[in-house]
């Protein structure tokens, strides 16, 4: 299946590689592991809490995308390399609907 896609964004910049995508996601996921612990209670914190987290799951979810669809490698070594990312993307969307549902409320 050949899939056009585009070379530049909306906003006239290149678009990551698969390699830059992939860095870029375990970064943020790194971020995510160790910041989603230091999160405080209280009123603000909750909806300021809620919005990290949507902008964060949302961020890695389209990197993991742009991962896998500018891929010109060996679909072998891609998923080998972006394995822990592709058993994220439950939890991410898991985070994220709670977010929204959180938020919404």
């Known amino acids: 299946m050949n ?7 909306f906003y006239g910049l290149k678009l990551l590689t698969s390699f830059q995508s992939t860095i ?5 996921l790194v971020f995510y592991i ?10 603000h914190f909750i909806l ?16 993991i995308l742009n991962s ?6 060996k ?3 891609s998923i080998l390399v972006n394995m822990p990312l592709l058993f994220f993307i439950p939890v ?3 985070d994220i ?3 929204i549902k959180s938020i919404t409320s």
Do not use: C, D, M
């Open 48 to 63: 300021a809490s809620n919005l990290f987290i949507l902008i964060l799951n949302s961020s890695l979810l389209v990197l």
């Open 68 to 73: 896998i669809l500018q891929n010109q490698r």
């Open 97 to 99: 609907f709670l977010a």
């Open 24 to 28: 870029a996601a375990y970064f943020l």
């Open 92 to 94: 991410s969307l898991r």
């Open 75 to 77: 679909i072998s070594i």
């Open 34 to 43: 160790v910041f989603i612990n230091l999160i405080g209670e209280g009123k």
């Open 3 to 9: 899939i056009k896609i585009p070379k530049k964004s």
